[in-house]
Nanobody, 115 residues
Framework: VQLVESGGGLVQAGGSLRLSCAVSGSSANINAMGWYRQAPGKQRELVAGITSNGRITNYADSVKGRFTISKDNAENTMYMQMNSLKPEGKAVYYC?????????WGQGTQVTVSS
């Protein structure tokens, strides 16, 4: 299983970005998925999660109301729409797939928010 993120970049505070996480390989092995981020000098933190059928989502308090996680099972892709970005949102964003035999991580995509 491989996870590949895309969609990061530089955006001004208040702007928006849409991250994608494409899953290849034995995607049927993946159950829930999510997005983590790691800011410079800080621990990796959970941003949002979604169940395999996409019906249940959860968010960190810091992004509630601004970020939306979703997935397209037909395309084997997970997304995260990020609106009203703040400078503290600058981080490397990683997608994760939770599998029965282990977890799978993407390589990360950099998001930079200028003030």
């Amino acid at each position: 299983v491989q996870l590949v993120e895309s969609g990061g970049g530089l955006v001004q505070a208040g702007g928006s970005l849409r991250l994608s996480c494409a899953v290849s390989g034995s995607s049927a092995n993946i159950n829930a998925m999510g997005w983590y981020r790691q800011a410079p000098g800080k621990q990796r933190e959970l941003v949002a999660g979604i169940t395999s059928n996409g019906r249940i989502t959860n968010y960190a308090d810091s992004v509630k109301g601004r970020f939306t996680i979703s997935k397209d099972n037909a395309e084997n892709t997970m997304y995260m729409q990020m609106n009203s970005l703040k400078p503290e949102g600058k981080a490397v964003y990683y997608c994760i797939g939770l599998g029965a035999s282990g977890n799978y991580w993407g390589q990360g995509t950099q998001v930079t928010v200028s003030s």
